[in-house]
């Protein structure tokens, strides 16, 4: 029953486990707020307690359910240690959501240019979209798609045929790739370099064998490299697509707005699609320049259209910054003009700016330089922390530390604001922070390993009555009505703010509720408990896509 809702837990009151809406039940919605309340006193007063609802109560518009103590440590810590990394997800509130296939496109970096923040934003993002949707069983396809085509590779060959070097190139491709960049820039003031390049790109596009096979080698260096390093974030793509794909089947596209009669030439030349209501051009979208050769979007028209025959997908989703909402807008409207009706299926799922990511070395030129930023500053704050345990790879445990303060850091308001960044903020061990996720789940697990790793059965639930104790139960009770909410609108601050409370829970009760000391019972119980409260931070953690350290 929708109208019916696990109750957040509150540090001020005691709180009920349930409580019914009683304005989503009434025909009438529109109630005054004292008419609600005395519906709901009306209708508090006809049910009864039973074996399972131990008190009944009313709140501003609400009926509150407290459930039998006994029952709910006992349902609760049962389902949680029987569904595993699955709790939240088998949930009833997902039973009427049909398994789809999501077809998402992210990361997407321009090979030869710096693999910027916006593009980590894109990548965290894109990444924990694609978990979500395959960990409540949707057929996913993740997508890269690079920026790999266009006048830049002229540049880029000119260039490399001046300044490159063969072994650079295989070393340390994106770097090599991004000086020559640089480089050959600078010269193209002259008009003679200009003119080269222009030309290299034209055979290019003429798929001339010598200057097809230097792209392929910047094309394959760079994705090797990029594969690398999205092993370090713990992302890997299913297709490695790119604009070169598109380049002849973007001609098609034109040639298939040329028949619908959806493309106008413009005095200069330049091939436009109206896209104004009163149709008088007041907006359009320019999809081909005035030498016939595509654009951008051209090429997203291509890729979306070859995409959807691929993979007959119920839902494509593009994951890029807030700049790009106009590109898309216009993207979908010209599918839509163009009779593809699955347009209206597309998504942009668009973010915003981060503001003041430098290295101590100054600013972030490659995602390389913000991951062993990360990695050597955790690493001076585990040696210098007095509460660090011995770990067997400390290289390793900062980089999964590390990689938690930037997700968290990252993910903790909406999708869309901008946000100023702050190393410090990220990387503080107390207060809401990746790191602060990382140590409650060490701690849980270390707690874990102290006490025999056995497997907890036949425990006596209802020695698990103290406050703290309830409070983390209620809590893992409405794991999955966040795990729905992120599903439905696709964004991970839910997630977060759920972990983060379920850690500053599990604190408190690690202090009040000791383990060492009590009775075998009680010991028995407290266990099952941290241990469910670790299962389901661990679990979160994964769908955010932090890997969950053991020791720290």
């Known amino acids: 029953m929708k109208s019916i809702s696990a109750v957040p837990v509150s540090k001020k009151r005691h709180v009920a486990d349930f409580q019914l809406s009683v304005a989503s039940v009434l025909e009438n919605h529109s109630c005054l707020a004292q008419d609600l309340q005395l519906q709901a006193q009306k209708l508090a007063e006809k049910l009864k307690c039973d074996a399972v609802v131990s008190e009944i109560s009313t709140g501003p518009g609400t009926v509150n359910f407290t459930i039998n103590r006994e029952l709910l440590a006992k349902t609760v810590l049962q389902q949680v240690l029987k569904d595993g990394s699955e ?73 490399f045929q001046q300044f490159g070097d063969k072994e650079k190139l295989k070393s340390s491709p994106l770097q090599h790739l991004f000086e020559v960049y640089v480089q050959i820039n600078k010269a193209a003031e002259d008009e003679n370099i200009k003119k080269l390049a222009a030309d290299f790109f034209r055979k290019l596009e003429e798929h001339d064998e010598q200057t097809l096979s230097l792209w392929k080698q910047f094309r394959g260096f760079s994705i090797e490299e990029y594969i690398r390093i999205y092993k370090r974030l713990g992302v890997h793509f299913d297709e490695y697509s790119g604009e070169s794909f598109y380049q002849e089947k973007s001609q098609e596209v034109l040639r298939m707005l040329e028949d619908k009669g959806l493309l106008q030439k413009t005095i200069k030349g330049t091939g436009v699609v109206d ?113 660090t345990k011995e770990v067997e790879d400390p290289m390793e445990t900062a980089e999964k530390v590390g990689l938690a303060a930037l997700i968290i850091q990252d993910f903790r308001g909406l999708l869309s604001s901008d946000y100023q960044f702050s190393w ?67 964004q991970p601050k839910h997630i977060v703010s759920y972990l983060l409370t379920l850690c500053h829970l599990a604190a408190v009760a690690h202090k009040t509720l000791p383990v060492k000391g009590s009775a075998p019972e009680l010991a028995q119980a407290r266990l099952c408990l941290f241990r469910a409260a670790r299962s389901v931070l661990g679990g979160g953690m994964q769908l955010l896509g932090i890997t969950p350290v053991t020791r720290m």
Not at 90 to 105: C, N
Request: some cysteine; proline content about 1%; hydrophobic content about 40%.
């Open 275 to 387: 896209l104004s209501e009163k149709k008088d051009l007041s907006l359009y979208s320019t999809v081909m320049r005035s030498d016939g050769t595509s654009l951008y979007i051209t090429r997203d028209l291509a890729a979306a259209i070859d995409r959807m025959n691929k993979h007959s997908c119920d839902t494509m989703i593009y994951v890029t910054d807030k700049s790009q909402s106009s590109h898309f807008q216009h993207l979908f409207q010209i599918l839509k003009l163009m009779g593809y009706d699955w347009a209206e299926r597309c998504q942009h799922v668009s973010f915003g700016v981060v503001q003041g990511m430098k290295t101590r070395r100054g600013e972030v030129v490659f995602l390389e330089d913000v991951l062993d930023e990360v990695r050597s500053r955790m690493l001076q704050n585990m040696a210098s922390a007095k509460t």
């Open 424 to 490: 410090d903020r990220a990387l503080q061990s107390r207060g809401d922070t990746g790191v602060f996720l990382q140590y409650t789940h060490a701690r849980l697990h270390s707690l874990e390993q102290m006490h025999g790793n056995e497997q907890l059965t036949d425990v006596n639930a209802s020695c698990l009555q103290e406050p703290d104790a309830i409070s983390v139960l209620q809590h893992l009770l409405r794991y999955d009505e966040v795990l729905y909410r992120s599903s439905q609108d696709l």
């Open 87 to 159: 709790y939240g997800i088998k949930s009833e509130l997902f039973s009427m959501v049909p398994r789809q296939k999501a077809v998402i496109e992210f990361s997407s970096p321009n090979i030869a240019k710096k693999f910027h923040i916006g593009h980590l934003r894109s990548t965290i993002i894109g990444n924990f979209i694609a978990n979500l949707k395959a960990a409540l069983g949707h057929e996913v396809t993740r997508i890269n798609y690079l920026g790999d085509w266009g006048m830049q590779f002229g540049l880029l060959g000119v260039g």
